[in-house]
């Protein structure tokens, strides 16, 4: 036989187990569920919980495609955004342009005509000066009695030597610059005889008779050698045309 209070608890749970359905069948499915929960000392405690039948899921967020060349970090350094030399478009090499040479006008020729004087003059002088001394070194080592020539005095048959050295000298002069300017200006020495041979067929079809020249109206420039610019023949020009009306009224 059980005790009075075994019996009690017996029924009580008999009848909590009949009225489970009806208040579960009572209640709201939006209401918060109750959880029982039995301790060893036959009591229990009621815990709340929230159905999830009325919380909306939050939605996944579609995060964005990421490609290869996209970088990662929002703060790209600005060495990042450049290009590189592979990935940007092939640039082809441009053809070589071939320069042609512009043709020798008359200024310039008559500009290097000038400077070809200059060279010629700065040779003449240093191989007078070079021929010079080499001509006094040679005639001081002479004795006094060899240079007795022609029944002169020595001493005027050296001085006579020396000068005639350094003429010889000055007549190399033109030949050394010639060689030097024409080294020196190779590429354009065809244009330059063109030229040259162009210039001196006008003097010498323009330039005035030299024999009816005085010293009252003397021949101004018979060889063109001043000419420097095309201003400069033009002013040649009038010379040789002042020369002959000159001659006319003398006449």
């Not at 244009?191 to 024999?211: A, F, T």
Request: charged share 15%; net charge positive; hydrophobic share 30%.
């Amino acid at each position: 036989m059980l005790s009075s209070q075994s019996a009690a608890q017996l029924r009580f749970s008999l009848v909590c187990l009949k009225l489970q359905p009806a208040l579960a069948s009572s209640y709201p499915t939006t209401a918060p569920a109750t959880t029982r929960r039995f301790t060893s000392s036959s009591t229990y405690h009621l815990r709340p919980t929230i159905s999830t039948a009325t919380i909306p899921h939050p939605q996944p967020t579609r995060q964005p495609i990421r490609h290869a060349s996209t970088t990662t970090s929002p703060t790209t350094s600005p060495t990042s955004q450049v290009p590189s030399p592979s990935r940007s478009q092939p640039t082809h090499p441009s053809p070589p342009t071939t320069s042609e040479p512009h043709p020798l006008t008359w200024n310039s020729y008559l500009t290097l005509r000038r400077t070809r004087r200059h060279y010629n003059l700065i040779a003449s002088l240093t191989s007078s000066l070079l021929t010079t001394g080499a001509g006094a070194s040679y005639i001081s080592a002479l004795s006094l009695d060899s240079l007795a020539l022609f029944g002169l005095d020595p001493i005027m048959v050296m001085g006579l030597a020396v000068v005639g050295s350094g003429g010889v000298g000055w007549l190399l002069g033109p030949f050394v610059g010639e060689r030097v300017f024409g080294w020196r200006y190779r590429r354009i020495r065809g244009e330059m005889g063109e030229k040259e041979q162009d210039l001196y067929r006008r003097i010498k079809k323009h330039r005035v008779d030299p024999s009816g020249g005085s010293s009252a109206n003397p021949v101004p420039d018979y060889y063109g050698e001043k000419i420097g610019s095309v201003q400069g023949y033009r002013n040649w020009m009038k010379d040789q045309r002042a020369f002959n009306k000159k001659r006319q009224n003398f006449l």
